[in-house]
């Protein structure tokens, strides 16, 4: 009994060069999302295992306790500069530069350039900050000083990062990009599997399992 060897089809020149080419551009686009994955993924690496393990912090805040710290202080401003506590030409304007000097002189707090409440009776200056919050308080009668500075714990501070709560510019940029490069990373991700997903065939199934998961919580027990 003979065996028929099936022969492959012979190509033309010109079916040779477009399969080359064809090969040619997988291998530089495998190559390319390859690149961008393993780049996006150490740019977001650690800024990713942070904001998970603040997510489970954030998941069970009511069980985890802590003490807040409370520090306050008092001082009093010298005579002379009590008069330039008058009502500013426009709302929140900060306190002028030598009382903000003089408060921090007196409490410790830097108080320059920050927007202030005028009221009639006191000027407020709201100090709010990742685990934690400040105010200071200046008498415009008497020239007195309070303030008061709460500190809630680390574990305030990193879920408060998590959130960006009074993080200011720079850190809202930064989750900003962070999220850039997790985006990054998860579709370069899925690329690669569908690229590969031919020589494993749990890849669909999976990736589908992790989508239904979500949905069947939201919409069964999700209240």
Request: glycine letters at 8%; a positive charge.
């Amino acid at each position: 009994m003979s065996t028929v060897v099936k022969q492959k089809p012979v190509l033309t020149p010109a079916e040779r060069d477009r399969l080359a080419k064809r090969k040619k551009a997988k291998q530089f686009w495998l190559k390319q999302l390859h690149s961008w994955h393993w780049i996006s993924a150490a740019l977001s690496m650690v800024g990713m295992l942070a904001f998970a393990i603040t997510g489970i912090t954030l998941n069970h805040a009511e069980a985890i306790h802590t003490e807040p710290k409370v520090v306050s202080r008092s001082g009093q401003l010298p005579a002379a500069m009590i008069k330039e506590l008058a009502a500013p030409a426009k709302p929140n304007a900060p306190l002028p530069a030598d009382v903000a000097a003089q408060v921090k002189a007196q409490v410790g707090i830097d108080v320059a350039g920050r927007p202030a409440e005028w009221a009639s009776d006191i000027v407020t200056v709201n100090m709010p900050r990742p685990g934690g919050d400040g105010w200071v308080t200046v008498d415009p009668a008497s020239g007195a000083i309070a303030s008061e500075v709460t500190d809630r714990g680390w574990l305030s501070l990193v879920n408060d990062l998590h959130k960006g709560r009074n993080s200011g510019g720079a850190w809202s940029w930064f989750i900003d990009l962070f999220a850039a490069a997790c985006v990054i990373f998860t579709l370069t991700g899925l690329l690669l599997l569908q690229l590969h997903s031919k020589h494993r065939p749990s890849t669909w199934p999976i990736v589908g399992l992790g989508l239904l998961i979500p949905i069947l919580l939201i919409h069964f027990l999700v209240p």
